[in-house]
């Protein structure tokens, strides 16, 4: 059984920086495809980026060259690093998780799921 727990959200001013983590439990993450997803209020939750099992990564069109994607094989972690925020990054982050390769990035590809944090970026 998977668990995953976020940590690293936080209010910043735009043009600032987070690190969010997802620590793993349960499995080994070098097994699995990944990926971190945000909802926003009033909106679905949507792929922020995804990285797969031999470590390809995808990333949506509004955060990349802004946000990467990694995996910490020795601590068992995901993170994102998120560089010059903007105010419409503001959305509860969550980490996910599929075993074996998953062929794209959406929440629907993903069956565990961890409790989410909250990003909040300020004009």
């Known amino acids: 059984q998977a668990q995953l727990v976020e940590s690293g959200g936080g209010s910043v001013q735009a043009g600032g920086s987070l690190r969010l983590s997802c620590a793993a439990s349960?499995?080994?993450?070098?097994?699995?495809?990944m990926g971190w997803f945000r909802q926003a209020p009033g909106k679905e939750r949507e792929a922020v980026s995804c990285i797969g099992t031999t470590w390809t990564t995808s990333y949506a069109a509004s955060v990349k060259g802004r946000f990467t994607i990694s995996l910490d094989n020795a601590k068992n972690t995901l993170h994102l690093q998120m560089n010059s925020l903007k105010p419409e990054d503001t959305a509860m982050y969550f980490c996910?998780?599929?075993?074996?390769?998953?062929?794209?990035?959406?929440?629907?590809?993903?069956?565990?799921w961890g409790q989410g944090t909250q990003v909040a970026v300020s004009s």
């Open positions: 349960g499995y080994t993450v070098s097994t699995y495809s």
């Open positions: 996910a998780a599929r075993r074996g390769l998953v062929l794209g990035c959406a929440p629907y590809m993903f069956n565990y």
